[in-house]
């Protein structure tokens, strides 16, 4: 194999030596002809200005005659300023022609017509100032105007002299463009003659060497073509397009034609190319020579994708960047199998882990957003049969607002997207893969609410139940940005595997609760209950004595605080009879219509001994007309609980009781004290059973009138919460519709402030 190759290399080298002598001859010889014709040239301009500058002293002598004679006309006063200009031009005419003149006997010629110009000027002196006779003026003329004529006649001498110097210069450099064309037509048939043995030359070699490198070729295409499961792209030094295979075609929708020559951010998501980063990609490829990364890429119908992606840098053998090669894999099955398996371990960890429902629904919420969904609800029913949301999260902390507050407004209805109810009814998933913007501008109830759902964006939606046995917990409602990405069936089992999990551990949570809230209930009960019990015995045993001693005031004031011990049992009875009704799920409205302030007066009356005692003063502010459709022996409940509350955390203070009317729809009752007030972090947490924030400062109660009063405003479709200021005392807040929905259409409860 050495010799045939070095054979070629030599042959190779000596056609290129023969190649190279002969262009060097050619050079030389068009080079000494090109030299040859620059001086021909030279000198016919040369010869063109001689001829310039001879017109140039005509011009010069014609003005100095013409001027002369306007003077003489004109009464010879301006002869000698008029032509002295142009004589002056005349003579610097001359010198210049005489220096450019190199032959003596054409400088003897110009200097002939400057002689006989100077015997004209003399003439013209002699006319002005030596001729006072007529005929000493007439021969002054006629010698005037022989020395014009001697003039004119040595200048059309010399003319036709540099004419003629012209002409022969012109013909020569005729010959010499003819010598040029017929070199340059023996020079060309040269080179025709060389470049067609040397293409013959060329064939005969490289034609073996051509079709291999086009079965090569071939056999790469075919390679190229037939990976499937890679994308793999060329691009040039821009960055652009510039081969595109099937693999790339079916991971990315786009066809060759479509792809060729457009920038590599079109298969990057719209954050992603609005942040540079496809530059940065590529500047970083060019500088490392190669980058392997993982992120998602965009398809041609907006779907998004999990891609595996090595950008190799492309340069020639001088390191010189020709552009990049991009192998690119679609993973994103890989990676959702490794997510599924991180979120069901991590969503185990934090089940197994909490006990708090709140806690565990804020972290189940925390895991789907933004591994699976870009926006998440999670929805729980409660007690009371009311669908309330436990944790909202989104991405996007203005569309997160944005959901709440849609929330607050407007809850969820049968029938209404999303459907919820529908899902809670029948307990199988919904998912829409892509959710229309007519669709869901339709199921706006005003153009308020359309405006708060075209906010949030909604391109994709899947709603799945908690199911725990053939219970029904609640409800996952998850969504994604339009124009993100889209959820895929594979989606849907991973939501409802996490969701399975979700109620198993929410219902294990829940039953160890009440468990322990039950074992809690009956050591506070007991306690409690002995409390009023053993006052109550005492009291008795007071009255007994003051009867036999005939104490009339002594045994009045017994009975009336025997009537008060009394009515504490009664309240205590009447809460644990409503939670055992709460925790069975039983109805507990039987509403009618009744005056709420009416209600309030009443309740204010039956606590005024009670106020006396704790020195408050007990005021009562009602707007007339606050009727409603309520369960009277309920409300009463919940203002009995209020009012004992604010005496109790009030003692020696106020206490103002109102009812009012919020709207056309609604009625509002306040209770305010000025007390001892109610921490920051705890005001969320006093309407939640056998909560005792301020109870554990008095030693009294055990946090059930709270929990039992919200229960019961939100079983009319009402609101309770509180406003309080540590050492300001607090203010409970009821607002309640006037014809309560259904407990399934009841309002959801209020967002949690926003976290600065």
């Known amino acids: 194999m050495a010799g045939p190759r070095r054979a070629r290399q030599e042959e190779g080298w000596g056609l290129g030596v023969s190649l190279a002598v002969a262009l060097v001859l050619l050079l030389l010889a068009v080079g000494a002809l090109l030299l040859t014709r620059a001086s021909v040239q030279s000198r016919v301009l040369e010869r063109s200005l001689d001829l310039q500058e001879v017109g140039l002293l005509g011009r010069a002598f014609s003005d100095k005659v013409s001027l002369a004679n306007s003077a003489l006309l004109a009464g010879g006063q301006s002869v000698n300023r008029e032509t002295a200009r142009a004589r002056q031009r005349f003579l610097a005419t001359a010198d210049r022609l005489r220096a450019r003149l190199e032959s003596p006997e054409d400088q003897a010629l110009v200097e002939e017509v400057r002689i006989v110009e100077q015997a004209h000027e003399e003439a013209l002196r002699a006319l002005l100032e030596d001729s006072d006779t007529p005929e000493e003026q007439k021969r002054a003329r006629e010698q005037m105007a022989r020395a014009h004529g001697q003039v ?81 792209v060329l691009l040039d030094a821009r960055g652009r397009v510039a081969s595109w295979n099937p693999g790339a075609e079916r991971i990315k929708g786009w066809s060759e034609a479509e792809t060729l020559g457009r920038p590599t951010s079109l298969f990057y998501t719209s954050e992603d190319a609005a942040a540079g980063k496809p530059e940065r990609e590529l500047s970083r490829a060019l500088q490392e020579g190669r980058l392997h990364m993982e992120g998602w890429r965009q398809r041609k119908d907006g779907s998004r994708f999990w891609a595996e992606v090595s950008i190799t840098a492309l340069r020639d053998e001088d390191g010189q960047p020709q552009g990049f090669s991009v192998v690119t894999r679609d993973i994103t099955e890989q990676r959702r199998q490794e997510r599924v398996q991180e979120l069901l371990a991590e969503a185990g960890r934090v089940f197994h882990q909490s006990l708090d429902p709140d806690l565990t629904a804020a972290e189940v919420a925390r895991l789907l957003v933004p591994e699976v969904a870009d926006g998440c609800i999670l929805y729980l029913l409660t007690p009371a049969g009311e669908l309330r949301p436990r944790a909202v999260t989104h991405i ?122 039950a074992v809690d209930l009956i050591a506070v009960t007991a306690h409690d209950l002995g409390n009023p019990l053993h006052a109550l015995q005492l009291l008795l045993t007071k009255l007994q004595r003051a009867q036999a001693a005939g104490r009339g005031e002594d045994l009045r004031q017994g009975l009336v605080a025997a009537h008060g011990q009394a009515q504490r049992l009664g309240q205590l009875l009447h809460n644990l009879l409503d939670l055992s009704r709460l925790s069975s799920g039983k109805r507990l409205l039987d509403a009618a219509p009744m005056d709420l302030g009416e209600l309030a007066r009443e309740v204010v009356e039956r606590f005024a001994d009670a106020a006396a005692e704790a020195g408050c003063d007990l005021r009562l502010e009602v707007e007339a007309g606050q009727v409603g459709h309520w369960d009277r022996v309920r409300l009463d409940r919940v203002m009995t609980n209020l009012v004992s509350n604010a005496l109790k955390f009030g003692r020696g203070h106020p206490v103002t009781v109102s009812v009012s009317a919020l709207d056309a729809d609604h009625s509002r009752l306040r209770v305010r004290d000025e007390g001892v007030g109610i921490p920051q972090e705890a005001q969320r947490r006093v309407f939640e059973r056998f909560e005792r924030e301020r109870a554990a400062k008095t030693k009294a109660g055990y946090g059930l009138g709270l929990y039992i009063a919200r ?40 967002p949690p402030p926003l976290q600065q």
């Open 396 to 517: 996007q902390p203005e569309r997160e607002a944005s959901l709440w507050e849609a929330l607050r407004r407007f809850p969820p209805r049968p029938g209404m997207p999303p459907a919820v109810w529908e899902v809670m009814r029948t307990g199988h998933s919904r998912l829409d893969v892509e959710v229309k913007v007519d669709d869901l501008a339709a199921s706006a109830e005003t153009d308020e609410h359309r405006v708060l759902i075209e906010r949030i964006g909604i391109g994709s939606s899947m709603v799945v139940p908690l199911l725990a046995g053939s219970e029904t917990l609640g409800a996952f409602v998850l969504m994604t940005a339009r124009g993100h990405r889209r959820f895929v069936p594979a989606d849907q089992v991973l939501v409802e595997e996490l969701a399975g999990r979700a109620a198993l551990a929410l219902e294990n949570t829940r039953l160890l609760r009440e468990a322990r809230e």
């Open 152 to 232: 004119r006649d040595a200048q059309a001498h010399l003319e036709r002299t540099v004419q003629e110097r012209l002409v022969r210069e012109n013909q020569a450099a005729m010959r010499v463009d003819r010598w040029e064309t017929a070199l340059l037509l023996v020079a060309s048939l040269l080179g025709l003659s060389v470049a067609a043995a040397l293409a013959w030359v060329l064939q005969r070699r490289l034609h073996p060497l051509r079709r291999e490198a086009a079965a090569s070729a071939n056999r790469f295409q075919a390679l190229v073509e037939g990976v499937r499961d890679y994308a793999l």
């Open 711 to 750: 229960q019961l405003v939100e079983a009319h479709g009402g609101i309770i919460r509180v406003e309080s200021v540590p050492g300001c005392g607090a203010t409970f807040t009821v607002d309640l519709p006037r014809t309560p929905r259904p407990v399934e259409e009841a309002s959801v409860a209020e």
